[in-house]
């Protein structure tokens, strides 16, 4: 079951910041944010996660609301390269369910322009 | 080069058929994790193994089996294969159950024909 809603599609100008929201209303107290992205029919690539803090690497910054029900990816200065579909996903890292496993959902496709 | 590395890339075979895809993790890590990824279907999970144990399963198919070896590489074994088998096949790895994120390979594409 879905536990995430994202826009399907985004456009961005290069150079900008992108700004990916991710909706998760029903995350619970013991589950993790965790954004990957997949440029086209590669492996997806691991960018951040989070749990009630706002992290930030060195690919970009993930924003999380006090009451944890979305969050935003931000890449602070999209580039072409950028392009590709973004995933959100929450994450039990406890009890039985932490097995590791990742459930992905349609994701938002990010096309940065020139 | 993610440290993941799956072979064969690219894979034609006949309805029927049976095909082993492969996987060799990251030096160190010791979870596998295998995804189907179709045009209509997005990213399905299928099964987990760590340390050579079954973890998870997901939507996998009576068809498809696998497993993880002693030196921790991983097999995906697809039988009587079908159209609707076409997919791009990811391998991931990590370290424990993943916290820090997962390593993906670049893919097996199986096309059935």
């Known amino acids: 079951d879905a536990k995430t809603t994202q826009p399907t599609s985004m456009d961005c100008a290069e150079g900008r910041a992108a700004n990916l929201p991710c909706n998760h209303s029903t995350i619970s107290g013991n589950e993790y944010v965790y954004w990957y992205r997949q440029i086209h029919s590669q492996g997806p690539q691991y960018i951040i996660h989070?749990?009630?803090n706002n992290e930030t690497n060195e690919m970009a910054s993930l924003i999380i609301t006090e009451d944890r029900k979305s969050s935003t990816l931000i890449l602070p200065h999209a580039t072409l390269r950028d392009t590709a579909v973004y995933y959100c996903?929450?994450?039990?890292?406890?009890?039985?369910?932490?097995?590791?496993?990742?459930?992905f959902g349609q994701g938002t496709t990010l096309q940065v322009k020139p | 080069d993610s440290g993941v590395t799956q072979t064969p890339k690219h894979l034609i075979t006949a309805t029927g058929q049976r095909v082993t895809l492969r996987c060799s993790p990251r030096?160190?890590?010791?979870?596998v994790y295998w995804y189907q990824q179709s045009l209509d279907q997005g990213l399905q999970f299928l099964i987990q193994y760590y340390n050579g144990e079954e973890r998870a399963k997901g939507n996998i198919l009576e068809r498809f089996s696998a497993q993880q070896f002693p030196d921790l590489h991983s097999e995906l074994n697809l039988s009587s294969l079908e159209l609707g088998d076409s997919a791009l096949y990811f391998c991931?790895?990590?370290?424990?159950?993943?916290?820090?994120?997962?390593?993906f390979g670049s893919g097996t594409r199986l096309t059935v024909v």
């Open positions: 989070g749990l009630k």
């Open positions: 996903i929450v994450r039990d890292q406890t009890g039985s369910s932490n097995t590791g496993k990742l459930i």
């Open positions: 030096s160190g890590d010791l979870s």
């Open positions: 991931a790895s990590s370290v424990g159950e993943g916290l820090y994120g997962y390593t």
